[in-house]
């Protein structure tokens, strides 16, 4: 009996110990927000980059979107950043609304910034999210033509500043998912962008004001060009990609998506990680 008490004696001790001393493991502390903007400058201070060294940037236009939003370009990778950026430990910087609009930009509610402006701008904000002290910069792009700006000013900063840098244009890099949820190609504004924003607010999808005739197949053909573009809502591939208006398998999309995108973001940290980069 007097061991057993000794034993107990001795975890009684053991616990108190832990518990008064704070030898047990400390609970993780509570981020106040994923957002950039919401925190204040000695939050930022503490956490970046002791805490937190990646930061997600969306990259969007206002353009026409067939029968949903004209701010879909930034309001779906916005969403996605939301849900990623707790998976990779990241915070989100404010998004850019404005991008480099082309064909739809005659479209009420478009507007156009030039390739040269957004890219100089884009490059700014990079170079202070880099101030900042964020070693890992990713642009979840929404808009095809902000693109190549982006990667300029990317490759630029990563250079110079040594941190490292991703841009990801969510719709391409997740085209599989399209075909795999939907068994059919997308499209601009088409049935994989219809249903993300669908996903994110069904108030924004308006279904009322969709009729066939306002879609045009646009596979690449170099024989002609149209400008303005004959419909907002443009399909990769003839016969496929035409808008439906499934909640249920609008959200089973966008959370495909926010998964393979996710996947992606880890693995190319890990593997800079690895390199030492």
């Known amino acids: 009996m007097w061991k057993k008490g000794i034993i107990f004696s001795l975890i009684f001790t053991f616990l108190a110990l832990n518990l008064v001393g704070g030898v047990l493991p400390k609970k993780e502390e509570t981020i106040p927000s994923r957002y950039l903007a919401d925190l204040n400058w000695m939050q930022v201070g503490k956490m970046v980059p002791s805490k937190i060294n990646t930061v997600l940037l969306v990259a969007g236009t206002l353009e026409a979107h067939g029968v949903t939003c004209n701010g879909a370009d930034f309001i779906v990778p916005d969403k996605l950043a939301e849900m990623i950026a707790p998976r990779i430990n990241a ?62 000013a990317m490759y630029e900063v990563a250079m110079k500043r040594k941190v490292r840098g991703m841009v990801i244009d969510w719709w391409s890099y997740t085209a599989d998912i399209t075909k795999e949820v939907f068994n059919q190609d997308g499209g601009h504004a088409g049935i994989n962008e219809n249903a993300a924003v669908m996903a994110v607010n069904p108030k924004l999808v308006y279904p009322e004001l969709y009729s066939p005739d306002k879609v045009t197949a646009t596979p690449i053909d170099p024989s002609y060009s149209a400008y303005p573009s004959p419909s907002s809502i443009l399909l990769y591939t003839p016969g496929e990609g035409y808008p439906e208006f499934n909640l249920e398998r609008a959200r089973k999309y966008l959370s495909k998506v926010a998964d393979k995108l996710t996947k992606l973001i880890k693995e190319t940290i890990a593997k800079w990680d690895k390199a030492g980069l």
């Open 91 to 152: 915070l989100i910087a404010p998004h850019i609304t404005y991008g480099v609009t082309r064909t739809l930009t005659p479209y009420p509610g478009g507007i156009a910034i030039s390739e040269k402006t957004f890219e100089q701008y884009v490059k700014e904000i990079l170079y202070g999210l880099a101030d900042i002290g964020f070693k890992n910069i990713i642009i979840i792009n929404g808009h095809g033509p902000n693109r190549g700006p982006c990667d300029r």
